[in-house]
């Protein structure tokens, strides 16, 4: 059975740092591309960052470039999405979606509908 499974999530205070953790259990992501998506109440997903599984290519949505480093850490089946400075704007259910091989970065923060797996998320709350 695969499952990915996010942690990290807290509750911050603006201009603060998170690290989420992405961990896949039942497959190994060296050949799956890994996307973060969120999703804030009332609002439609939006795809944050994305890593490429063999050429390791990242893109970054608009709103969290320069703010947001994706990484990914093969032997541990796991890949990581460093937050810096958070925004009021953050917060959302953060989770992770992959997909094998990799995807053109004209699609790859579309939507989580290009992906064949994704987690349950992690909680980010950014509030002062």
């Known amino acids: 059975q695969v499952e990915f499974v996010e942690t990290g999530g807290d509750l911050v205070q603006p201009g603060e740092s998170l690290r989420l953790s992405c961990v896949a259990r039942?497959?190994?992501?060296?050949?799956?591309?890994i996307a973060w998506f969120r999703q804030a109440p009332g609002k439609e997903h939006e795809g944050v960052s994305y890593i490429g599984s063999r050429d390791g290519i990242t893109v970054y949505a608009d709103s969290v470039r320069g703010r947001f480093t994706i990484s990914r850490d093969n032997a541990k089946n796991t890949v990581y999405l460093q937050m810096n400075i958070l925004k009021p704007e953050d917060p959302a259910v953060y989770y992770c979606a992959a997909a094998p091989g990799s995807l053109s970065t004209d699609v790859a923060l579309l939507s989580p509908s290009w992906y064949d797996y994704r987690g349950q998320g992690t909680q980010v709350t950014v509030s002062s």
């Open positions: 039942g497959l190994s992501i060296d050949f799956h591309s």
